[in-house]
């Protein structure tokens, strides 16, 4: 990604962020909505708010994901923003906006995009979380995990072993 690129990137991400933590943080809720709307979302407050605030979390966060030059300097404040992000942005934000789907205002079609929307980035999550956990296994083990790895392969061949002497639970 192109620096002018990334750098538009974060900037309207976090504006986004900013935004909706102002207005669902300090003013009452809805009222920047239809009146039709903000009769909804106080019916849903706790998933009104599970989904803005966790949707902003990972706006805030997700922009130093995507820097190389950030992933180098401090790998395990990446790690540890990468897993915020997952956990209390990506599920929070995307469960709570695929429940609050089924209440969007614009019929059938605001339902359904809506619903489309969250599931797509509880996939995209999803997807890049099996990337992240595929690649920790594809990396050389280090000095500390030797130990843990040989005891893993003793147990997998005990319990191998068993199976194919019929045990029923082989550890």
């Given at each position: ?21 102002v ?26 708010y ?44 995307g ?21 489309i ?20 296994r ?11 790895l ?9 319990a191998?072993?068993?199976q194919?002497?019929g ?5």
């Amino acid at each position: 990604m192109t620096h002018n690129y990334y750098s538009l990137m974060a900037f309207l991400s976090v504006g986004v962020a900013l935004y909706a933590v102002v207005a669902y943080g300090f003013l009452p809720l809805g009222v920047l909505v239809h009146p039709d709307m903000r009769e909804s979302f106080q019916a849903h407050y706790l998933w009104v708010y599970a989904h803005i605030f966790g949707s902003a979390l990972a706006l805030a966060i997700g922009p130093t994901q995507f820097s190389a030059r950030f992933r180098g300097w401090r790998p395990q404040v990446h790690r540890w923003l990468g897993q915020t992000y997952l956990l209390a942005g990506v599920v929070v934000g995307g469960l709570a906006g695929l429940f609050l789907a089924a209440h969007a205002f614009g019929g059938v079609p605001g339902k359904l995009g809506f619903a489309i929307l969250a599931t797509l980035w509880l996939y995209t999550g999803i997807r890049a979380f099996t990337a992240i956990r595929a690649r920790a296994r594809s990396t050389p083990p280090s000095v500390d995990d030797s130990k843990l790895l040989t005891h893993v392969r003793r147990r997998h061949a005990a319990a191998t072993a068993a199976q194919c002497n019929g045990a029923a639970n082989p550890i």
